[in-house]
């Protein structure tokens, strides 16, 4: 009886070991890793900004000493990842300055953007590199294309899976070359952005 039961004892542990590893397997297979951006995952950028415009026109600073004042913008771009990490798009912006003379000089830039993302829990930290090309109107004047440098970085916080909302701060370079480089200029604005994203 007593060989009986010790047999009986070690035919079960040994089957509860091996159900346990066949058990350990099973949810190794089918570990699934949650990352916030995957490949393929897009998202839309809308933002409201402050513009401080550096040096256009005159010395620094231009906002109260020069030819340009404190201004604004609006933006609204398109992006998409290519990895968990890197992601390119295209961001439209048009914005705004007022003169000393109060006449207005308006931007709009047509920007592509490359942005490496690191995450922490749910918090986002993009930093884009944007370059392209500007519209850029004063009095009766326009200047079509021209160059526009915009490098950007912020922190974001993934409210829901589908919204994220942030703060940004961004420099943007926008040189007006001419025949006559005596009319040369190089605009150089710096803006607080907020701005919010929808994540599909």
Not at 1 to 14: G, P, Q, S
Not at 62 to 77: D, F, K, M, P, V
Not at 104 to 110: N, Q, S
Request: glycine share 10%.
């Amino acid at each position: 009886m007593k060989k009986f039961i010790a047999i009986c004892c070690t035919v079960f542990l040994f089957s509860t070991a091996v159900f346990s590893q066949e058990q350990d397997e099973d949810d190794d297979r089918f570990a699934v890793e949650y990352r916030m951006n995957e490949p393929g995952d897009q998202f839309i950028n809308i933002g409201l900004m402050v513009t401080f415009p550096l040096n256009f026109g005159g010395d620094f600073p231009l906002y109260r000493e020069g030819q340009l004042s404190t201004g604004g913008a609006g933006t609204i771009g398109y992006h998409r990842f290519l990895t968990s990490w890197f992601a390119v798009g295209l961001d439209v912006s048009f914005g705004y300055n007022p003169t000393i003379g109060e006449n207005m000089f308006t931007y709009v830039p047509f920007v592509f953007c490359f942005t490496v993302q690191p995450t922490i829990k749910k918090f986002e930290f993009p930093i884009t590199m944007g370059i392209g090309a500007s519209v850029e109107s004063y009095l009766n004047r326009t200047y079509f294309p021209g160059l526009t440098l915009k490098p950007e970085a912020g922190i974001f916080y993934r409210v829901t899976p589908s919204w994220s909302f942030g703060i940004k701060g961004n420099f943007m370079y926008l040189p007006q070359w001419y025949e006559d480089s005596e009319n040369n200029d190089h605009g150089n604005f710096s803006s607080v952005v907020i701005a919010a994203r929808y994540h599909f």
